[in-house]
């Protein structure tokens, strides 16, 4: 295990829904990272916590909210999904200063019907 | 924009054989590389890392290269196990928290 907690691991939920995925992270990292990774993209960042201000928002959809009340937790509430945002959602965490070492949670599989 | 290939998809090798896994980049700013594995159903996992101010880097068994003026970088797997059958991702990174990905290569180790 890499210390970094998923839940829920899968997700089915309807374009008129309100879900949020939660990630925990225990190595005491004080950066964390929402990725999407769909079949046949590269990864992609969405957003970036460091020091548990948001510090990068790559042009995500309003319909996506992150939320990081502490170092140790990050939040990605959804609603109103696509069904394109159908994918696998991955947290990872970091020390602030090593950026290049990100330690990945398992991802949430999300289906957006 | 920032681009990261990989030039195939799939491989498959016989085990014990060497692997060899290739990535193009196209940022010649680009200072920072890593490999990442991911096996089915989790996360990716770091693997090893090289600066742009080496050509080399050997972990346990497995080697990154650096090939800057044609901006290409591979991993080689020494002697490849059935554990190795996974996705493996090259990610590139010029400046602060982005780092870019490419789509990865699915290898896979026939016993």
């Known amino acids: 295990e890499t210390g970094v907690t998923q839940t829920p691991r899968h997700l089915v939920m309807g374009m008129t829904n309100k879900k949020s995925l939660k990630c925990e992270q225990h190595l005491g990292h004080n950066a964390m990272y929402w990725y999407k990774q769909s079949a046949k993209k590269p990864l992609e960042l969405m957003f970036v916590y460091s020091l548990e201000e948001r510090v990068e928002n790559n042009s995500v959809p309003s319909r996506f909210s992150p939320e990081c009340p502490n170092s140790s937790h990050l939040f990605l509430h959804l609603h109103t999904l696509q069904p394109e945002d159908s994918a696998l959602y991955l947290c990872?965490?970091?020390?602030?200063?090593?950026?290049?070492?990100?330690?990945f949670g398992p991802g949430t599989r999300l289906t957006v019907t | 924009g920032e681009s990261v290939g990989l030039h195939l998809p799939t491989l498959s090798v016989q085990e014990g054989d060497n692997s060899i896994i290739n990535c193009a980049y196209s940022?010649?700013?680009?200072?920072?590389f890593i490999w990442y594995k991911q096996e089915s159903g989790k996360g990716p996992q770091f693997i090893i890392d090289?600066?742009?101010?080496?050509d080399k880097r050997q972990g346990q068994r497995v080697t990154v290269l650096l090939n800057k003026t044609v901006k290409h970088l591979s991993l080689q797997i020494a002697a490849t196990q059935p554990g190795d059958s996974a996705v493996y991702f090259c990610?590139?990174?010029?400046?602060?928290?982005?780092?870019?990905f490419g789509t990865g290569t699915s290898l896979t180790v026939i016993p």
């Open positions: 940022n010649s700013a680009s200072d920072y």
């Open positions: 990872a965490s970091s020390q602030e200063a090593r950026a290049y070492e990100q330690y």
């Open positions: 990610a590139e990174n010029s400046h602060g928290n982005q780092f870019y």
């Open positions: 090289i600066r742009s101010n080496m």
